[in-house]
């Protein structure tokens, strides 16, 4: 932790944690739920991305939970394939991923405002957890999942699936208690299918 960032490689206990921005930069964040829950608030923003060769890997252990709340004050300007240039609240990017040992998802959520902006692009990217980001009725927020897989549920407000963009809904959760507000419907889950279609010449 440096300036109110958190930063690195490490790991972290049981507890609550405020930081001004959660930047996994090819390195390594473990958190650790051994002997208890782990609430992460985040002022601005969440990066889990590649540096030279390496990706940035979070990796949630143990049987308890996390809680990441992003505020989004200041969001993240990146530039994600098929995207260009544009402004992320949460990103994981190229070769980085959000690891949950056995995908179960219910041990991480995120959670944001109603105009949060999350971006999970690869190639080789994998997030294991819940994004819950509802926009309700009056707000912007997005998820844009590119070359990588979202293993968990998505909440949000406009879902948009890239080239090879997967959601993987994980059925353990069909019981799980989120925050609910009276502008938030009740969604249980998306199922996304895909059709392919072979054409050939005559």
Same mark, same amino acid.
């Given at each position: 932790?440096?300036?109110?960032?958190?930063?690195?490689?490490?790991?972290?206990?049981?507890?609550?944690?405020?930081?001004?921005?959660? @930047?996994?930069? #090819?390195?390594? =964040?473990?958190?650790?739920? %051994?002997?208890?829950?782990?609430?992460?608030?985040?002022?601005?923003?969440? *990066?889990?991305?590649?540096?030279?060769?390496?990706?940035?890997?979070?990796?949630?252990?143990?049987?308890? $939970? &996390?809680?990441?709340?992003?505020?989004?004050?200041?969001? $993240?300007? &990146?530039?994600?394939?098929?995207?260009?240039? %544009?402004?992320? @609240?949460?990103?994981?990017?190229?070769?980085?991923?959000? +690891?949950?040992?056995?995908?179960?998802? $219910?041990? =991480?959520?995120?959670? #944001?405002?109603?105009?949060? +902006?999350?971006?999970?692009?690869?190639?080789?990217?994998?997030?294991?957890?819940?994004?819950? %980001?509802?926009?309700?009725?009056?707000?912007?927020?997005?998820?844009? *999942?590119?070359?990588?897989?979202?293993?968990? *549920?998505?909440?949000?407000? @406009?879902?948009?699936?890239?080239?090879?963009?997967?959601? +993987?809904?994980?059925? *353990?959760?069909?019981?799980?208690? =989120?925050? =609910?507000?009276?502008? &938030?419907?009740?969604?249980?889950?998306?199922?996304?299918? %895909? +059709? $392919?279609?072979? &054409?050939?010449?005559?």
């Amino acid at each position: 932790m440096t300036n109110d960032r958190l930063t690195g490689s490490g790991e972290l206990g049981p507890g609550r944690y405020y930081v001004d921005t959660l @930047d996994v930069d #090819g390195e390594t =964040l473990v958190v650790n739920t %051994t002997a208890g829950n782990v609430v992460i608030a985040v002022k601005d923003w969440v *990066a889990v991305r590649k540096r030279g060769s390496s990706g940035g890997n979070i990796t949630v252990k143990g049987n308890g $939970r &996390v809680r990441l709340l992003v505020e989004g004050d200041t969001e $993240r300007t &990146v530039s994600p394939t098929g995207l260009g240039s %544009t402004s992320a @609240d949460v990103f994981v990017g190229k070769s980085s991923r959000v +690891h949950i040992p056995d995908q179960a998802s $219910r041990r =991480l959520q995120i959670l #944001g405002p109603k105009d949060t +902006h999350t971006v999970v692009t690869g190639p080789g990217v994998t997030f294991d957890g819940i994004i819950y %980001t509802p926009a309700g009725p009056t707000g912007s927020g997005t998820t844009y *999942a590119m070359q990588g897989d979202i293993y968990g *549920a998505v909440i949000t407000g @406009d879902l948009t699936l890239g080239q090879y963009g997967s959601i +993987h809904f994980d059925k *353990a959760l069909e019981g799980e208690s =989120l925050p =609910l507000s009276t502008e &938030v419907s009740r969604l249980e889950y998306l199922h996304v299918a %895909t +059709h $392919r279609v072979n &054409v050939t010449g005559q």
